[in-house]
């Protein structure tokens, strides 16, 4: 059964979009300081059914777009909603944009549920109709680039039914888009055709699809090849982009949409991924004591006042490193100095002792991990440790102050002992961040966990462990409910363990750009709120407009990202760790 969720109000609140329209009358001008945007109403068909879209196109000089989006509407028809997001698009991202119909030029905006419950079913029931309705969208569109005002790949992405539409094009083998996205789709047992060709991006409601369904769709999608990511959103409701329902979530709304855009400039040729490996470390060693007596060294990386992250309602300022399973060394400081260079206070922390940093033999290496994956507590207590050093040798005043605005992240081992950190209940910590963290036989969680929780996993990695499991262990540590700080879990399709680990034999220069975006803007997005336990939103100065035709105001985070802008093909990853194992490091 499909939710009533997906209903939308007869009035919207533009977040995101440059401008609310009234698209009453055709063509129509969207003007802003920065941004002119033209929706054009476009009538076409589908055999003998009368079919009619709206395309968006970004202001005169960028044109031709470099590419296409497709909208696919949700069980109300195409309507206000995908016009606001066909804007956007346009406006935000600089694509053309086309919200496509599904239903019929009469069935724009349907208000009963029970007509809603039928239409919905019968393409959902369907595929061959309900691709033969995408494909006469796709074929329009394709037709009108002759009149230059796009060029380029086409992507097509789709809310609830549309969500579930863009799953069943990518499940039909068909090779017309270059990227698809699914948000809160409602998922079914898809007939399954060849390969999936396009790349794919679903984005998924914590309390929406259960995690066994979602586990099953990676199934799917994995016996046919396909180039996947999905994320999970902690305590989210089945249509959380929809604004002013009930499910609406501005955090999630925005968190998808960032997700989004940036999977697309790379999908479609825009950006190539690159893996921001510095060219050198940056580091200052800090020597400090554990209180059992144990010599540490871990490496401070301070950025320059220049770069150094300004904005005063930003919750993360400061990083705390947890290395992978052969100790702190270079990879760490590199993206300690990764992190300096963007903005950030970063100290790759210690864990085994001063002396057990370099070219440990591999049975050095599985001993320490084991010791401190099974000693949770000494584990929990090198990490306070370095929370402890960092805060002592970072200068307290307006710029270099904390203010309790402290990340920590990890890999391998190091992720495991990150999440670990979160499920103590710990609250010196914002984030936790764990890349390919070992998340089998973890310790139950506390009563709340106060960071929120970030898991960015290879889709192929057995040390993730049972999604299903996991989840629900986040949510206990939420009194029952979506943890207190929220969760998110990415999983990324062909991704084994080690994925950002430089020449090893794990790397995968596509998860480790996407995970380290992810996180940067977790930590941009990210802003003080009153209540500790409350879900940061990066939306809080924003105030929704009583007239419904006026220009609401919005802040667009800008994040710094790992990739450049430039086409060709995928830049190799450099080896320049000379000290590290390779076998070893995809071994961990």
Not at 71 to 98: C, H, M
Not at 134 to 157: F, T
Not at 275 to 293: C, K, Q
Request: glycine share 8%; net charge negative; proline share 4%.
């Amino acid at each position: 059964m499909i939710s009533p969720w997906c209903a939308k109000p007869k009035s919207l609140s533009v977040l995101f979009a440059a401008t609310f329209l009234q698209f009453l009358t055709t063509p129509i001008t969207s003007t802003t300081a920065e941004v002119t945007t033209t929706l054009t109403t476009i009538n076409y068909s589908d055999g003998d059914h009368s079919l009619q879209g709206f395309l968006a196109l970004p202001k005169t000089t960028l044109l031709p777009a470099p590419a296409v989006v497709l909208i696919l509407p949700d069980w109300d028809g195409v309507n206000d909603y995908e016009k606001t997001r066909a804007v956007q698009i346009a406006s935000e991202l600089g694509y053309a944009a086309f919200a496509a119909d599904i239903y019929g030029t009469e069935l724009h905006n349907v208000m009963e549920l029970s007509e809603k419950m039928r239409l919905s079913t019968l393409y959902r029931n369907d595929e061959s109709l309900f691709l033969s309705r995408i494909q006469a969208a796709i074929d329009l569109m394709k037709d009108r680039s002759r009149d230059e005002d796009y060029i380029g790949p086409i992507g097509i992405i789709g809310y609830c039914l549309g969500g579930t539409g863009v799953l069943v094009y990518a499940l039909s083998g068909a090779t017309d888009a270059d990227a698809l996205v699914s948000l809160h789709g409602g998922l079914l047992d898809f007939e399954v055709g060849p390969a999936v060709i396009p790349k794919l991006l679903v984005l998924s409601g914590g309390e929406d699809d259960t995690a066994t369904t979602i586990t099953n769709l990676e199934l799917t999608l994995d016996s046919v090849d396909a180039i996947w990511e999905i994320t999970r959103y902690s305590g989210i409701q089945h249509g959380f982009t929809v604004f002013e329902n009930p499910a609406y979530d501005a955090w999630a709304d925005a968190r998808s949409w960032s997700s989004m855009s940036s999977f697309l400039t790379e999908a479609f040729g825009i950006e190539q991924y690159d893996s921001g490996e510095p060219a050198e470390s940056r580091t200052n060693a800090i020597e400090y004591e554990d209180v059992d007596g144990t010599s540490l060294r871990g490496y401070l990386s301070v950025p320059d006042r220049n770069t150094l992250a300004h904005d005063t309602e930003r919750l993360v300022r400061a990083v705390i490193i947890i290395p992978d399973w052969d100790g702190v060394n270079e990879y760490e400081k590199l993206r300690a100095t990764m992190l300096s260079d963007a903005g950030y206070i970063a100290f790759a922390a210690d864990i085994y002792g001063a002396d057990l940093q370099e070219d440990l033999t591999f049975d050095q290496m599985v001993a320490q991990s084991t010791y401190y994956r099974s000693n949770s507590t000494l584990y929990h207590q090198r990490m306070q440790m370095a929370i402890q050093t960092l805060r002592s040798n970072v200068v307290e005043d307006d710029e270099f102050g904390l203010d309790g605005r402290i990340a920590i992240i990890g890999y391998c081992f190091g992720g495991t002992g990150v999440v670990q950190y979160a499920f103590s209940g710990a609250t010196d910590v914002a984030v936790a961040v764990a890349f390919h963290g070992g998340l089998t036989d973890l310790p139950p969680a506390a009563p709340t966990i106060h960071a929120r929780v970030v898991v960015l996993s290879g889709g192929i990695d057995d040390a993730h462990g049972n999604q299903t499991e996991l989840e629900e262990e986040l949510d206990r540590g939420g009194g029952g409910g979506a943890a207190a700080a929220g969760w998110e879990i990415t999983r990324y399709a062909g991704v084994n363990h080690g994925f950002t680990n430089w020449g090893g034999l794990g790397y995968n220069l596509r998860a480790d750009a996407r995970s380290w975006d992810e996180m940067m803007s977790i930590f941009e997005d990210m802003k003080q709120s009153p209540d500790p336990t409350s879900t940061p939103s990066i939306f809080e100065d924003m105030k929704q407009s009583p007239d419904p035709t006026s220009t609401p105001t919005s802040k667009s985070p800008k994040k710094k990202s790992k990739k450049v802008k430039k086409a060709g093909p995928e830049k190799s990853a450099k080896k320049s760790l000379k000290q590290k194992n390779a076998k070893n490091k995809s071994l961990n």
